[in-house]
């Protein structure tokens, strides 16, 4: 998962700005995040440290087969 949420949409006439619908799936992982991801955000922007809470490691998917 990243920390920040960010667009490079500008004002291009083939790509949208979806941050509204990124912020609302955020909150529905968790209601904690939106309010997390813009303050990494603008602490980034600001040369700050960002909260990067703790770290996750994925554990591996075993393939089961079937013979």
């Known amino acids: 998962m990243v920390q920040v949420?960010?667009?490079d949409a500008h004002?291009?006439?083939?790509?949208?700005?979806a941050m509204t619908k990124a912020y609302?799936?955020?909150n529905e992982m968790?209601?904690?995040y939106p309010e997390r991801f813009a303050t990494n955000a603008r602490d980034l922007l600001n040369g700050e440290q960002?909260?990067?809470g703790g770290i996750e490691i994925p554990r591996k998917q075993r393939k089961h087969w079937l013979f």
């Open 11 to 17: 004002t291009l006439k083939n790509r949208g700005f």
């Open 24 to 26: 609302e799936v955020l």
């Open 5 to 7: 949420v960010a667009s």
């Open 30 to 32: 968790n209601s904690k």
């Open 50 to 52: 960002i909260d990067i």
